[in-house]
């Protein structure tokens, strides 16, 4: 027997165990230091720093000190950082490469920090270029253009107004009507030629013929007065009809110039109609920013871990089917209280530090083999006492045991008293408010569905804005002291469709809808009284000069009278006048026999 | 390398036990078919210290059936990949999952499993024939060999004198 043993071997044997002992216990430290900076900022995307390593035997494990993860986004900032770490390893399987984290206690945990040196790697990560500045400025270009009011002098001016096309139509009828009457009425004789021509008839009707010689004389006269008489009708007719045809247009030009300022009017409203449809979308606007910030955030971080959650091929026959797989084998899982997956963070307890106080996130069976743990890792924020909130709870569950995976938040927030809260919108903010949120976030597949109910109470708004915007959206906000906000989210994570609803939406709509009818009826007043004057300015000056056409028909009419009396006045030949005035003689002589015949009879009796 | 064989072709020609040589073929065929960083491979690499079997023949047979594994790895994983999916063992590996020290033995890993099983299975008539054929190496080849122009030549090489200066 003693020929099979060789004890020197057992001592070479022992010296070799020391040997690797004592090499992990000094390269342990660099080793795991090395590791973590260089998976930690292929994870992170930006540099990742461990100041210090040190290995610890009771427990066995690790403390880091002084851990910064920058920003990807920020090489100048850290994402996260904080000052030390321990962790306590279980031992046996280590002996198989296993990493299994039993406690973490990390502390002083703060986001954001400043960095004296750049984070980003070498190999530039990839920026997202989001359209949302554009899209928000363009949705804000919207609301500003409805809700704000040109001046009744800015639309007057910006408009082809039918009042003064009316108006210039009337001038212009008037101008070309008043010269066709007044060429009518120059041939048409005025009171003077009337009276010669009244005492130039009397001249020839009114006095004794005193010879045959003497009634043709005046015979030729009165019929050459005659013919003027009637060349004047003529021309009083002509003025007559001219004036008529200028009643005529003028009256039509007329009525369309009345009535254009209320045809202007009913324009304009149809145009400049004022309504509260752009509120729709104001608390998009209102807490769009905010609110995308902190999503933002949450996808961030999210997509970075993201693709560690995906269960491994561990127990996956598909990847089984891969020729590395196959040549190198693989672990096969059973059913245990205490599984072993490559990598397992059992129980973790992390003291963050935030500008409002400080949150305790607790993270169990953080692991990228699910299947293989059989439990989803399960992460709980807790802000208890915060400056201003009273309670906060993010119950984060990543379950990955099965595909698709299954991700959810639960997010409750009690009295979040808000102050100063940029909105985002026509520098106005939320002076304070004391809000209430619940939510819920699920991601399956990829696809994210998203719910947040959040109730705002004793809110306040101000804005230093002078805009028209900023005046009219404070002016709503002020009449509003409660409201809710529903935000949902759908579609890729990476890209969800965010919306949101609330009855803030109501209530600003209607809130814009007075201050819009109000401002409507400012606006139609004072383009009413607008319109109304330059009516005024068309019609007013013609008044006087249409009042004398009227008045020159009358007098057309006496004329036209006149002149047909006039012509209407006959000659007595000279026979007729000598035969009249005989039997005037002979008349008056019987008149007087008879009253002498009368009178004698009388006295008889 | 060069001594290294040398090394081996001085312990086959010496006195040593033919079963010293054939244990050390048989241990580094598991070693070989097997990851070598294995809880078994630390216990093989104990007793290959411990008994008195011939180091230099263990060393160049795992690199010899390394060479081998390179082959056979795929076919020792799906082994032991239907040994630790078979429902009838199921109840077996399960309460071998619940002990830390057959996980640290990497029991439940098909290739460990499946080079495992191939070295075991393969280790009894590996060692029985290695015997046989040293011996038969000893008793026949060597004296023939020795005989021929080309060991003549071959003992006036550098390899030789290698050989030699291990010999004396």
Same mark, same amino acid.
Request: hydrophobic share 45%.
């Given at each position: 027997?003693?020929?099979?043993? +060789? ?12 040997? =690797? ?46 851990? @910064? ?7 100048? !900032? ?51 270029? @989001? ?120 009256? %039509?030009? =007329? ?89 397992? =963070?059992?129980?973790? +307890? ?24 059989? +439990?989803?890792?399960?992460? $709980? ?49 939320? @002076? ?26 004793? %809110? ?67 383009? !009413?009284? #607008?319109?109304?004057?330059? =009516? ?10 249409? #009042? ?58 | ?21 054939? $244990? ?27 008994? +008195? ?22 076919? %020792? ?28 033995? %990497? ?44 060991? !003549? ?16």
């Amino acid at each position: 027997m003693k020929q099979w043993i +060789r004890w020197s071997g057992l001592a070479a044997f022992i010296v070799i165990a020391v040997l =690797l002992t004592v090499f992990f216990a000094f390269a342990a430290g660099p080793l795991v230091k090395w590791s973590l900076e260089s998976a930690g900022s292929e994870i992170a995307g930006a540099r990742v720093d461990v100041g210090d390593v040190s290995l610890t035997f009771s427990p066995f494990g690790f403390t880091l000190q002084q851990v @910064t993860v920058a920003d990807a986004r920020k090489p100048m !900032q850290n994402a996260l950082e904080f000052s030390s770490a321990t962790a306590a390893v279980d031992i046996a399987p280590l002996f198989l490469g296993k990493a299994i984290i039993r406690d973490l206690s990390v502390d002083g945990l703060q986001f954001g920090t400043a960095r004296q040196t750049s984070g980003a790697l070498e190999k530039k990560a990839k920026t997202d270029s @989001t359209d949302s500045a554009a899209e928000e400025s363009s949705l804000q270009d919207k609301v500003l253009s409805v809700a704000e009011l040109p001046s009744a002098d800015e639309i007057l001016a910006r408009e082809n107004l039918q009042t003064e096309a009316a108006g210039a139509a009337f001038q212009q009828s008037y101008k070309t009507n008043r010269a066709a009457v007044d060429a009518a009425l120059e041939g048409v004789p005025d009171n003077d030629a009337l009276a010669a021509y009244q005492a130039e008839l009397q001249a020839l009707t009114g006095e004794k013929l005193t010879s045959v010689d003497d009634f043709k004389e005046r015979k030729a006269k009165l019929d050459a007065l005659k013919k003027r008489f009637a060349a004047d009708k003529a021309a009083v007719a002509a003025a007559k009809q001219a004036i008529a045809d200028a009643r005529t247009d003028i009256a %039509a030009r =007329l009525t369309d110039l009345r009535s254009a300022p209320a045809e202007d009017m009913a324009s304009i409203r149809s145009k400049y109609q004022l309504n509260a449809g752009g509120a729709a979308n104001v608390t998009a606007l209102l807490f769009g920013d905010q609110a995308g910030e902190w999503a933002r955030q949450a996808l961030y971080w999210y997509e970075k871990i993201q693709p560690y959650l995906s269960s491994s091929a561990d127990g996956d026959s598909a990847a089984l089917a891969s020729e590395e797989r196959l040549r190198d084998g693989r672990f096969v899982h059973f059913p245990s209280a205490d599984p072993w997956p490559e990598f397992l =963070l059992r129980n973790a +307890r992390i003291s963050a530090t935030l500008p409002g106080g400080k949150l305790l996130i607790t993270a169990q069976d953080i692991t990228h083999q699910q299947a293989v743990l059989g +439990r989803p890792a399960h992460i $709980l924020v807790n802000g208890s006492g915060l400056q201003q909130v009273e309670e906060l709870t993010a119950d984060i569950v990543l379950d990955h045991r099965s595909s698709p995976g299954n991700d959810s938040l639960t997010l409750t927030v009690k009295d979040w008293q808000v102050q100063d809260m940029n909105l985002g919108l026509a520098d106005t903010r939320m @002076t304070s408010s004391l809000v209430q949120v619940q939510g819920l976030a699920v991601v399956s597949g990829g696809k994210l569905n998203a719910k947040a109910d959040a109730q705002f109470g004793a %809110a306040a708004f101000a804005s230093k804005s002078k805009t028209t915007l900023a005046q009219e959206l404070v002016a709503a906000l002020a009449s509003i002291d409660r409201f809710d906000v529903n935000a949902s989210a759908g579609g890729d994570f990476r890209s969800p469709d965010v919306r949101f609803g609330s009855d803030l939406d109501r209530q600003l709509s209607a809130a814009f809808s007075r201050r819009l009818n109000q401002k409507q009826a400012e606006l139609e007043a004072r383009l !009413q009284k #607008q319109l109304q004057e330059k =009516l005024q300015a068309y019609t007013g000056d013609y008044a006087d000069e249409l #009042q004398q056409l009227n008045e020159l028909d009358g007098s057309l009419s006496d004329k036209a009278d006149a002149l047909q009396e006039m012509a209407s006045a006959k000659l007595e030949d000279y026979e007729t006048q000598q035969k009249r005035e005989a039997e005037e003689k002979a008349k008056a002589k019987e008149d007087a026999l008879k009253q002498k015949a009368k009178d004698k009879l009388k006295s008889l009796f | 390398m060069l001594s290294m064989l040398a090394k081996l072709l001085k312990a086959l020609n010496s006195e040593s036990a033919p079963g010293q040589i054939a $244990l050390a073929f048989s241990l580094a065929l598991i070693v070989a078919l097997t990851p070598m960083f294995s809880l078994h491979n630390a216990l093989i690499l104990l007793l290959v210290l411990i008994l +008195r079997i011939n180091l230099s023949a263990f060393l160049v047979a795992v690199a010899a059936f390394s060479l081998l594994a390179w082959f056979t790895d795929p076919y %020792a994983a799906r082994l032991g990949e239907s040994l630790l999916t078979n429902p009838g063992l199921q109840d077996t590996w399960t309460s071998l999952y619940q002990s830390d020290f057959w996980r640290i033995a %990497a029991f439940n890993h098909s290739l460990v499993l499946g080079g495992l099983v191939i070295g075991l299975l393969a280790f009894v008539p590996l060692f029985m024939l290695s015997r046989v054929l040293i011996r038969l190496y000893r008793e026949r080849v060597l004296n023939w060999v020795s005989r021929l122009k080309v060991t !003549q030549v071959l003992k006036a090489s550098k390899f030789y004198n290698l050989y030699k200066s291990f010999a004396e």
